[in-house]
Every structure is written in C-alpha cells, then in structure tokens.
C-alpha cells in the first residue's frame, strides 16, 4: 500500500525537495538510523516534499516523508535524526493507522474544500493525501518517540534531541497561533499539530527517556546540518506563488491580493486559504474551465448553480470585470454567512474567492473582507519579476549583531523577533557569540 501511495503523496506535497546531495543527506542519516532498529531487514525510504508545511510522517512498507519545512524548522542534524527515527519507530513497532479526517485535512490545508458542494466534495476524495495520511493513538506516539530517542543514542547522536525538536514543533504552533491572533496556550489544550501533536507533556516525557541513556560524546552535527540549509527554499515554490505577510502574490499568474489582518494565509495546490478569527476564512482559487458570458451568469448559473443567492451584483476591480453574491452554507464547524465573488481576467480565466464568516462575525469583518475584494489586481511583468522566493540563508555573528538586530533583516511585516527566535531555537535575552551561525530568512 505505501509504494502504491508513494507517488500520489509526492505530488500532493509538491513534489519531491533538493538537490541529490540533499537528498543522499536526509536518506543516509536515515538509513543510519533504520539499521540500528528492530527490523534492520527492512527497506525504508526517506523522502523531503517540497512544502513549507512542517510536516513528517510514515507509511507502510518503510516510507517516511518529511518537508522542507521541517527541515529549515530543526536547528541541528540530531533534531532532524529525531524526527526521522521517531518515524521509524512508528514502522518497526507496527502501529496501527488510524484513518483520519478532519484534523489532517486542516493540517494541509485542505478543510474548506468540502464546503463549497458536492463536485468539490468528490475532488476531496481524489486527493490521494488527504485519505491516506495516517494518525496514531497517544500510546502510540509515545512508544514512536521512545523508539525514537533509543535509535538516536544507538547511534551517537544526542539523545535529547528528540525532546527538543518537539519543544520547537510546540513553538512553532504558538506562533502560528499568535499569527492568528489566537491564544498561543491552546497548542496545549488541544491536539493541535494533527499528526504529532506535541503538548508540553511529550516534551517532558522526551527529556526524561533522554536522561536514562548514557551518550558519550553525544553528536548534534549542527555546522553540517545548517551548511545543507544555506538556500533552502523557505516560502512556497514561486510556481504556486507567494505569501508576504497578508499578501499573496502570483508572479507567473500575475495577480495579487491582500487579506484582511488577523487572518493567516496558506497555499495549497488547490487553492489558497486565508484562516481568521473563529473559524473564519478566506477561500481562493481559479475556475475550473472558462466560461462566456458575465459574471453574474457565472456566479448565478454555473458556480452559485445549487445554492441559493442573495445580493447579486456586478462591480468592477482594479479595471476587472467581477460579480458578488451572498448564500448560507454548512460545514462542520457550524452555519456559515458566505460572499462569493468571481473575476474574469482573461476569456479563459475567472479567479473566484469565498469569505466565510459566522454569523455573529459577519457585520464586524465586512470592510476588512470588502477590502480583499478591492484589493484584487493584476501584477505587471515588471512587478512579478521583481518577486523573489524566501530562502534561508546561513549567517555568521557579527561584533555588534543581537537577536532582536539580525531579527530585523527578515523580510516580514510582523512577529519578525518571534520568528527568528523560533527558526533558530534561541531567546531574545540570549548572548551571542561572534562567528556564531545563525539561520536567517531572506528575499533572494
Ligand atoms: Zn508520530
């Protein structure tokens, strides 16, 4: 089953990420660590998707995947070995997958998609990920890390290591939540990270299993790790296009919009979200096939075909020529007020955009979400080459530098000083040495 899903989860995620130096990098600390387990017989493969998801995860018949996400999160080879035995634990010990819906779903991504009728409901199911993506029980995850913290001594690679790339998984979450504008102490209260949930209680258990193993000379190989990362993609691949900030910008689709703050942008393949305050959300994409005729024929006729429509009108964007309409729709997370508005670019491209709001939320977020709508334009062919993706780069300490200086260089409009201090693992009261490296996001 995991080699028949093996291409459907790559081109899910992406693709596959690096260079073949990266690629023989990941899969030999992995092979490493395999050989030291219970069931050194098995083949496994180790696969790095091209996605800024921070994601790992395993499926039968050997195959761990992790993202590029991942890896720019881990400060230190032995945190990515944590992570790559820890999966492994989860095959030689034989854990039973449960199928998992919703949680994942969120987790890449893709939960809105079910909402929008049943033609969209069935393109979920083809999304091969979304169904095969495993979850484990708590126990599991536990015995996972367990093995995990086991395969990394039998090695020689610092124990704690697991401990501490969960620790990062946790505050990485606290920020995204920040980011968000939600409280950063529900990543504790909930299963937040979906298929590793990492409450502060898989720290400590982590740090206790760390202490019981006697390393000499533990390894954490960090100077290695971090000169693989100097120019590792760190935003999606310019082709699924961009997020700055609250902007998304397509430089080879030409068009850009901006969402309102407080809401949380993300690309999928299939679409981009924009996640807001209690579960409202901002759905992007592109029409399925090109339609004559205006906008509001489009919006009322062939998208809006099965709902019920209200407010229908016909504006202009930016010089564009687009039609908005509201309806009602249920999901799982409860009734939903939703605007629906279409632009036509081009005659064979209409760009469409779904705000979903509770109804309570709904009077208190329309100019924000009005905004987006005017916010809709075009990209010049000067501007979108202008565009560059974000990768990191791998900088030295200067006399002089701090946290909160190097902080500054990142190309964000926001939370730069808790980015950094997440990216690298480090406070914003820690001392700095000179020559010290450092990971640092930049715009070329
Ligand atoms: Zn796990």
Redesign the pocket.
Known sequence: MGRENHPKIIKEFGGEYGTPALKRYVDGIGQLLSKTSERPDLKFTFTVLNSDIVNAFATAGGYVYITRGLMALADHEAQLAGVLA??IG?ITALHHARRHGQSILANIGLAAVGILGGREIAKVGQLGATTLLQS?SRE??YE?DELGVRYLSRVGFDPTAMAGFLGKLRSDSRLSALRRSESPDKVDQFNYLA??PAPAARVQRATALARKKNVKNPMTARDIYLSKLDGLLYSNDPAEGFIRGQDFLHPKLRFAFTVPDGFNLRNSNKAVYALGPNKSRIIFDRAGKPVDGTMENYVGRVWGSKMRLRDMETVRVNGLEAATATTQVRTNNGTFNARLTAFRVDTKTIYRMIFLTAGADTNGLTTGLRRTTYSFRRLSPAEASRLRPLVLRIVSVQRGDTVGSLARRMPYSDFKLERFEVLNGISRNDRLRRGQKLKMVTAN
Do not use: G, L, P
């Open positions: 820890h999966e989860h484990f599991n995850e996972a298929t590793h």
